[in-house]
């Protein structure tokens, strides 16, 4: 947390509110953190969950809170069957929380030292070999007029790599076709550029061309380069839905998302050869350690990298 709050004084006394507090933290963070409003909406579930917890315990105050509490309220998480990923996430979410709390006065001890994290097992993303991939973008050769949208979806998707948070915030002019490349905003609104392939270029300006115009003229503010039947921006669920529509329909033994794609567009990079810290930067990872993962992925370039160095192959 990058600035340090003072003590507000408009915060309840005596018995906790803690749907309040939870209220007052995500107000902070908005004004001070400059986060997504994903990664805000995701704090927001996971704290009036641990609020919920705390309000029925019941917890009277802040000062009242011990790491057992806190260990209790995960025990509980695991209970529901929720993976080590989502527990950890829950955990980030309540150290922020009582961090606050602390720096604001509310408690007298800063636990967020004393609770240690559950220790999570990094799961192989899933991805398409490229025989699958093509099977997916074949499918949207068919006679339904938005067909010409969907190639394009997923053309763009496999081509950049992009979340599927930020091809749907894809505005008309954030593409350019002469250079080839896509301005998207990332997580925490980070802009980058995304390289497009002339495959994908083609799609998009084919759906341009001759439907486009089409679903514009039904709500034509819309600035969006994606959009519905109706001519709404596609949101996630949206691209979600189309994603799994076509997997099913290309016979994929697993339903693809989105995200599928974003990790087919790095693991066959890294087939043919790039480097990965070019993966790295086309992805938008912060740190290339999140990109790492895709090595563990492609067997095939981990032996020929340990025959060709390795002294005893």
Known sequence: MSAQP???????????PWRTFVDRFLGYIVAECGLADNTV??????LLEFADLLERRPVASPDELTPLIVQSYLIALKDRGLSLSS???HLASTRMFLRYLYLVGRMRDDLTSRLDSPQRWRRLPHTLHRGQVDALLAAT??????ALRDRAILEMLYATGMRVSELAGLQGTDVNFAVGYARVF?????????????????????????????LVQRRPRET?????????????????????????AAGLPKHA??????HCFATHLLQN?????IVQELLGHADVATTQIYTHVDHTRLKAVHQRYHPRP
Not at 6 to 16: E, F, M, T
Not at 224 to 242: C, E, K, S, V
Not at 257 to 262: I, M, N, Y
């Open 6 to 16: 003072s003590d507000d004084p408009n915060l309840p006394a005596g018995a906790a």
């Open 41 to 46: 909406l995701a704090y927001r579930r996971d």
């Open 87 to 89: 527990m950890a996430r």
């Open 141 to 146: 050769q068919s006679d339904d007029p938005y």
């Open 186 to 214: 990332g997580k925490g609104g980070r802009e980058r550029i995304c390289l497009v392939g002339r495959t994908a270029l083609e799609a998009t300006q084919e759906y341009l061309d001759n439907l486009h115009p089409t």
């Open 224 to 248: 969006a380069l994606f959009l519905t039947r109706t001519g709404r921006r596609m949101d996630r669920t949206n691209i979600w839905r189309l994603v799994s529509h076509y997997s099913t």
């Open 257 to 262: 998302s989105p995200h599928t794609l974003r």
């Open 273 to 277: 050869g790039a480097d990965l810290r």
